[in-house]
Every structure is written in structure tokens, then in C-alpha cells.
């Protein structure tokens, strides 16, 4: 049988479509959208590290064991501030902002001199004879007098312990140990016969109540140092 012409091509025109319709169908491509980039937030600043404190020990008992003339047994005193925390009126000076005197010796922290009227220092003092004897080796004050040789080698003194930094170990009465005493005036007068002066903290770390029996040794670079110009027997300035 002939198939008309006209009906074949309407056949593959309707075969077309159909197959038009089984192909997958694709989405148009969604165009992206740029997206601002979220800051992460910051970060706290750092918190500040506070200095390290000196590191002081304060213990029972009795920690300087060496014998002179590598140690020193002496009567106590306090000066800068009394037991009670009011100001030593022998120990002022009106030149002063504040009218107190200061240490002779020199605060590597502030490049100043000690400020020793206050209840935080941690400081000794010893007789001008001694320091001058022990660390300069200047035994001239035997013989002439201390003022005058004092005049002459106080700066050379005070340049000496601000660069070698002695410290002292103290104890009082055999019932407390404080190290890391710093040194931080010159003083007390030798007449007097007291071989050690401390300063408020110092003296209530040592319960000495305002003067006491202590003895004490000098450490300059972890080496017990020799403490010259005092006699031993006499517990007085060698002389005086």
C-alpha cells in the first residue's frame, strides 16, 4: 500500500517532538553573587606582664653560718621610718619635696637615689668605715678622720655598689633569715656601735622591733665576701 507523502512527513514531524520531549531539561546557569568576606574578630590585646618582684626569702632559723670575718654579729637599728611606721626624725632633710633624706646609694631601677622612707624597701646600711674597707680596701679613716676621707672616696663608693650590686643576708636573732638585702645608704655613725641599720620592711622581716642582735654576710656575685674595718671581738668599728 502506498503511503501518502504528506502523511509521512507529518509522521517524522510528530516523532521529532516527541523526542524533544525525553531530553533532560538544564537549568540556566544562576549567576553567582559576590559575598564580602566577614572579618574575623580581633584578637584582645595582650594582657601586660608585670615585673618579676625581687626575689626575697624569709624563713625560720639560721642561714649565715660562716664565721668571721666572713659574717658579722652587731646591734641592729632602723632608720627612714620608725617600728611603728612614722617617720626617724634624725634621718630628714628639708631640701627635700617631702622633707626625708635619701640613701646615698644609688636605685638601678630609678637611677636615683634610694627613697627610704617607705615600707616596701627591702635595705640596709652599713658604717662608712666598713664600706670603705671592705669594698675599696681604703683603710685611711684609721688614721685620719673618717670625715675627710669620706669626702674623698664617697663618689668612687657609690660607683663601685651601683655596679657590682652587693646584696646582704641577715638574720636575727637566730630566729629569721632575710636575703637579698640591698644596699642602700651609708650609715650608722660609728660612735654609735651598732654595725647595721635597716630599713622598715627589712627590720619587720626580721621582727627585729626596732633594734636587735643580727648578723649578716655580704654577697657580691654569689661570693661571700670578707668584711673589713670592724672588730670582731669588740663588735664595734675597729678604733671607735
Not at 7 to 21: A, P
Not at 89 to 103: E, I
Amino acid at each position: 500500500m502506498n503511503i501518502p507523502q504528506s502523511v509521512i512527513d507529518s509522521l517524522k514531524t510528530l516523532e521529532q517532538f516527541i523526542l524533544s520531549l525525553e531530553q533532560p531539561s538544564v537549568a540556566p546557569p544562576v549567576p553567582s553573587i559576590p559575598v564580602a568576606p566577614v572579618n574575623p574578630p580581633s584578637a584582645p590585646p595582650p594582657t601586660p606582664v608585670a615585673a618579676p618582684e625581687p626575689e626575697v626569702t624569709v624563713v625560720p632559723g639560721h642561714e649565715v653560718t660562716e664565721d668571721p670575718p666572713f659574717s658579722c654579729t652587731t646591734r641592729a637599728t632602723m632608720w627612714g621610718l620608725n617600728w611603728n611606721g612614722t617617720n626617724d626624725s634624725g634621718d630628714l632633710d628639708h631640701t627635700q619635696p617631702d622633707g626625708n633624706s635619701r640613701g646615698f646609694f644609688t636605685d638601678p631601677a630609678t637611677g636615683k637615689s634610694y627613697e627610704t622612707h617607705n615600707k616596701v624597701l627591702l635595705g640596709a646600711s652599713l658604717p662608712r668605715e666598713v664600706l670603705l674597707s671592705t669594698f675599696l680596701g681604703v683603710d685611711s679613716w684609721q688614721s685620719e678622720a673618717i670625715l675627710a676621707v669620706w669626702k674623698h672616696y664617697a663618689a668612687d663608693l657609690r660607683a663601685w655598689v651601683l655596679k657590682h650590686q652587693p646584696t646582704l643576708v641577715i638574720d636575727s636573732s637566730g630566729k629569721y633569715t632575710v636575703d637579698n638585702v640591698v644596699l642602700a645608704d651609708a650609715g650608722p655613725t660609728a660612735g654609735t656601735h651598732n654595725g647595721l641599720d635597716l630599713t622598715y620592711a627589712a627590720g619587720h622581716a626580721l621582727m627585729t622591733y626596732g633594734a636587735a642582735n643580727c648578723t649578716y654576710k655580704i654577697v657580691v656575685a654569689g661570693k661571700i665576701q670578707t668584711i673589713r674595718g670592724w672588730d670582731f671581738i669588740s663588735r664595734k668599728v675597729i678604733g671607735s
